[in-house]
């Protein structure tokens, strides 16, 4: 299996954007597709957006869509996710995961590896 860390979350305001990281190593990263999910407390995860092997499809959940977008890079084993025009209700915890089908992207159990998460917190 792949393992994976993020970073680059942190404070910032409504209307401003941050750009997170997921590193892979272990094994073959462009074997597996990527998505990007968040856990706000005491709610569930939700899926954020997800890319294909090659970077070629990716798949945004309406309430970020126009927002955030996805993007890879095979050659530096990275997926990151661009995060523009945030609101508070953005705030969360974010994971990135690792699924070598990508049958349903948006179901959390379909993924084999995840990330430790990185806070992501915007103040009103």
């Known amino acids: 299996q792949v393992q994976l860390v993020e970073s680059g979350g942190g404070l910032v305001q409504a209307g401003g954007s941050l750009r997170l990281s997921c590193a892979a190593s272990?094994?073959?990263?462009?074997?597996?597709?990527m998505g990007w999910f968040r856990q706000a407390p005491g709610k569930e995860r939700e899926f954020v957006v997800g890319?294909?092997?090659?970077?070629?499809?990716?798949d945004v959940a309406d309430s970020v869509k126009g927002r955030f977008t996805i993007s890879r890079d095979n050659a530096k084993n990275t997926v990151y996710l661009q995060m523009n025009s945030l609101k508070p209700e953005d705030t969360a915890v974010y994971y990135c995961?690792?699924?070598?089908?990508?049958?349903?992207?948006?179901?959390?159990?379909?993924?084999?590896?995840w990330g430790q998460g990185t806070q992501v917190t915007v103040s009103s």
């Open positions: 995961a690792a699924d070598n089908r990508w049958l349903r992207p948006r179901d959390p159990r379909e993924y084999d590896s």
């Open positions: 272990g094994d073959t990263f462009s074997r597996y597709a």
């Open positions: 890319i294909s092997w090659t970077g070629g499809i990716t």
